[in-house]
């Protein structure tokens, strides 16, 4: 990945809406199929989509209704890494993976987060939160160890 591509970050508002984790999955996709592997890319999208997704099932809303979703690609020693950052109003309890059963049918969004970062966290100020995770691929195509 050349010096300009590592730096490049992008910014994108979606409704705080089902629709808005679609909206989000494709401008991703435009952005950095041209910059990523496929399997880093796969990752990547996966990731900003269930974050998307408890924002809309689990936070408020920004003023406006929408969400935000950023992401930029960070300088990585062997291979590739992405920056996610999903921001929202907030919820009442800090995001965190939990428990589910086998049969249920919903639930697994931060243990799929938790499986494809190297590391993630949340961030709470005044205005909201915002959850982010970093993707990434060694140049041999394995995942590095978690952070």
């Not at 910059?35 to 003023?63: K, M, Q």
């Not at 921001?87 to 800090?94: F, K, P, R, S």
Request: proline share 7%; charged share 20%; with cysteine.
């Amino acid at each position: 990945m050349s010096a300009l591509a590592r730096r490049r970050s992008w910014c994108v508002v979606v409704p705080h809406h089902p629709r808005g984790a679609r909206i989000a999955r494709q401008r991703l996709t435009t952005e950095l199929r041209p910059l990523l592997n496929p399997e880093l890319l796969a990752d990547t999208v996966a990731v900003a989509a269930e974050l998307v997704g408890n924002a809309v099932s689990h936070a408020s809303a920004l003023p406006g209704g929408v969400i935000r979703l950023a992401w930029r690609l960070l300088p990585a020693d062997s291979g590739q890494l992405v920056e996610v950052r999903v921001t929202d109003g907030g919820a009442a309890d800090e995001p965190a993976p939990r428990p589910v059963r086998a049969d249920a049918l919903d639930g697994r969004g931060l243990l799929i987060v938790a499986a494809l970062a190297v590391r993630w966290g949340v961030e709470r100020d005044g205005l909201g939160q915002c959850v982010w995770a970093e993707i990434g691929h060694a140049a041999n195509g394995n995942q590095p160890a978690t952070a």
